[in-house]
Nanobody
């Protein structure tokens, strides 16, 4: 099992920045990938970005390229999501996930609210 704990969410004005963190614990060896989804009110959960644990490759949903940056710290088993130039439409609950051993694990989510 892998446990994930997100932090760093909050309230910010449009144009501002936030940095989300997601710390993994438990059986974290042989981690394959970690990443982020988000779910806005009344909408389906959507993919944001992922990072490969072995080679640092990253992938983003097209609409967020250039504003969001995903990174990782292997020693801390932590993935980060730097979010810049935030817009009201970025308001959502952001969920961290981890792929390991053929399973996907989810965090509890952290709320991000961007006011206009």
């Amino acid at each position: 099992q892998v446990q994930l704990v997100e932090s760093g969410g909050g309230w910010v004005q449009a144009g501002g920045s936030l940095r989300l963190s997601c710390a993994a614990s438990g059986r974290t060896f042989n981690m394959v990938q970690m990443g982020w989804f988000r779910q806005a009110p009344g909408k389906e959960r959507e993919f944001v970005a992922f990072i490969s644990w072995s080679d640092d490759n990253t992938y983003y949903t097209d609409s967020l390229k250039g504003r969001f940056t995903i990174s990782r710290d292997i020693a801390k088993n932590t993935v980060y999501l730097q979010m810049n130039s935030l817009k009201p439409e970025d308001t959502a609950v952001y969920y961290c996930y981890a792929h390991r051993g053929g399973n996907r694990y989810w965090g509890q989510g952290t709320q991000v609210t961007v006011s206009s």
